[in-house]
């Protein structure tokens, strides 16, 4: 066991190497010169002085703004150069400082997360709550009623986008109920009750989605392991179907699902972009879409990092825990 | 070249042995009744492509026009889905996003899927340090969730239909290479690629004639359950405000914040594209289930 965490954790490092090597070369792609597109699309940058005007796209745009931000994003260096400096940076925690808001990009990440982290496992649970018991009792009862409602909804629950249930759970309870989500964000240790209000409808509609591919997963595996013979020999002993299901079945039916699931925290990650959007919720998600609207890509730079990091973590525990729970993966 | 025709045929004779080939009909009933809501899928994606070719005939309006006057009007016989907050028909804009749906959908999954498939049968065939380099590509692109990435690219490229395609083809191409690769190593294996070999044939063409027709299975079922997840895709961008920009009618881009005040007072504004990307989503998925059942029972279930 200890040796399959040594490769797995080895395997990581690298991992989150290419990660930014990926996100450094996207955004440096951007046709033409960054720094112009920033300042042009989006008025001049906080606190960076300079006079003497150039034109591009109908705004004006001084010459030492435009070189104070250079240098500010390092745009004067050469590419490798920028690169290590980053990923050090990075190392420390240090992302830079965003040239718009003024404030260290780590910092303006770190202030969002508890809102992401709520919603994610808020959205899991809602999620987990459908999927687990939709899911057994589908397989249990192949192929009657309960079966193929369960499967035509969870097929449906695939198809709906997420951003329209989202939209939806906005428009009609305030055509019915003339509820309107809060303005304002509520931090939970500040009002647990009003806040989790705020969360209520972005996590069911996250959660929705995500019940779907679970529930699915839950069924296949549910339907396999109830044809094993120790399934067959618990029942010849003359428990009841549920001791059956539940204590001998499902227990051994999670596990893949456990790997569905960690594909699911992509979709998961994707989804609070979405619905902190719809919401108004300030969380990571939110911030990530704002720093593209707004160019602002030192800031877009960090979050996207940071979200691919979280994204591989939660890869690497799901493998250990995976290693864990199924003994003849650590050995392949 | 026999053997590979033997091969072939011995699969062929297997599934004439089944279904009698000159009967199609009769392969379509037998697919019909086995699978229901794969039938019913099929028919939602008719549906779907009916709508995006004739979609000059079928709307009742210019889908760009501004009728004067007649903001947010609520659905009437005049029109049938209601107007938007600037006056224009909602059921042609709707009927017309089908054609920018399904034309972002297809462009994107072709170029995804074929560049994938074709780096995966490389990979695989050539293997080596160059299938592990294309390998740990592979890897550095899947390490990103899909929006995130495609959100990434399309703040690189900037808002255009052009660039919508190629953010969803990137996002599509990994997972294609990765499974056509472990394919492509399964066939390697086979004899007749020996036989092939030993009777002269070059590395080119044993990949296309004969690597490539056997993969093709999977490629195609790859292809058809990409394509919801594309169409997605390009709806959720658009509604992010970074998809196929206005006024081009895109269904996620016509639920977009631009029209969100308006929600509360018309629904109907931001109820029909929503059907119309949810009803071709479930079509391509309960489509691709049934074909992946069919087709391909190692997949079933995944």
């Known amino acids: 066991m200890r ?29 033409g010169d960054a720094a112009l ?115 035509a909804v969870s097929i449906g629950g695939l198809s709906v986008p997420g951003f329209w249930i989202g939209t939806l759970l906005i428009v009609f309870p305030s055509i019915w109920f003339n509820w309107l989500p809060p303005i304002r964000f509520v ?16 996590a069911l509609a996250l959660g929705v989605g995500l019940s779907a591919s679970v529930m699915r997963m839950t069924r296949s595996q549910m339907l396999e392991v109830l044809r094993q013979d120790y399934v067959r020999t618990a029942r010849a002993k003359g428990l009841r179907e549920r001791v059956v299901i539940y204590r001998h079945a499902l227990k051994n039916a999670m596990i893949p699902v456990i790997t569905i ?12 972009v979405i619905m902190e959007t719809i919401f108004n919720l300030p969380g990571v998600g939110r911030l990530t879409l704002d720093a593209v609207t707004s160019r602002d890509y030192l800031q877009l730079q960090g979050n996207v990092l940071f979200l691919g990091t979280v994204f591989a973590v939660v890869n690497l525990v799901v493998d250990l825990l995976y290693a864990w729970l199924d003994p003849r993966i650590r050995y392949t | 070249m026999a053997h590979v025709g033997g091969v072939r045929g011995l699969a062929g004779a297997g599934l004439v042995g089944r279904v009698a080939r000159p009967n199609r009909l009769g392969t379509l009933g037998h697919f019909m009744r086995t699978k229901p809501l794969g039938a019913f899928g099929a028919v939602l994606l ?54 920018i749906s399904l034309w972002v959908g297809i462009v994107a999954v072709g170029l995804g899927t074929t560049s994938g498939s074709l780096l995966g049968i490389l990979s695989g065939y050539v293997g080596g340090k160059f299938d592990f380099a294309v390998q740990r590509l592979v890897d550095m692109i899947m390490s990103l969730p899909t929006i995130v990435m495609a959100l990434a690219i399309m703040a690189a490229l900037g808002q255009s239909i052009t660039n919508v395609m190629i953010a ?45 027709p056997n993969v093709a299975a999977p490629i195609i079922i790859l292809a058809t359950t990409s394509l919801g997840g594309a169409i997605l895709s390009e709806a959720s961008l658009s509604f992010l405000g970074l998809g196929t920009p206005p006024p081009t009618p895109s269904w996620g881009g016509m639920l977009t914040s631009t029209g969100r005040s308006y929600f509360e007072v018309s629904p109907w504004v931001a109820v029909f594209p929503g059907l119309a990307i949810s009803l071709a989503i479930y079509g391509f998925n309960l489509l691709g289930d049934a074909l992946r059942d069919v087709w391909d029972p190692r997949l079933r279930g995944r």
């Open chain 1, 3 to 31: 040796q399959y965490i040594i490769r797995r954790i080895l395997v990581f490092i690298p991992t989150i190497l290419a990660l930014s090597l990926l996100i450094f070369a996207l955004i440096r792609v951007v046709p």
């Open chain 1, 37 to 151: 597109i920033m300042l042009a699309e989006s008025g001049s940058a906080a606190g960076l002085p300079g006079q003497g005007q150039v034109g591009f796209g109908g705004r004006k745009v001084s010459n030492e703004q435009l070189d104070a931000l250079r240098a500010h994003l390092g745009l004067d260096r050469p590419l490798h150069e920028q690169y290590v400096t980053w990923v050090l940076g990075a190392a420390r925690l240090d992302l830079g400082v965003s040239p718009w808001s003024g404030k260290p990009i780590t910092y303006e990440i770190q202030r969002r997360i508890p809102v992401s982290a709520e919603l994610g496992v808020l959205a899991m649970l809602v999620g987990l709550s459908i999927a687990i018991p939709v899911g057994v009792i589908s397989a249990a009862r192949q192929d009657t009623w309960m079966d193929y409602v369960g499967r």
């Open chain 1, 187 to 202: 931090p939970f240790f500040e009002d647990p009750l009003a806040n989790l209000q705020q969360f209520a409808f972005p």
């Open chain 1, 261 to 272: 699931m960690s594909i699911q925290f992509g979709h998961l990650l994707g989804g609070t």
């Open chain 2, 46 to 99: 008719l549906a779907l492509i009916f709508t995006a070719v004739f979609a000059d005939v079928l709307a009742p309006y210019d889908p760009y026009k501004i009728h004067q006057g007649h903001s947010l009007v609520a659905p009437s016989p005049q029109f049938l889905m209601g107007t938007d907050e600037i006056s224009r028909d909602i059921l042609s804009r709707v009927i017309y996003g089908a054609r």
């Open chain 2, 168 to 212: 969803i083809a990137i996002v599509i191409s990994p997972s294609a290479c990765r499974v056509i690769r472990g394919t492509v190593l399964a066939v390697k294996e086979h004899q007749y690629i020996d036989a092939a070999r030993a009777i002269g044939c070059g590395d080119l063409q044993l990949m296309l004639r004969h690597v490539l």
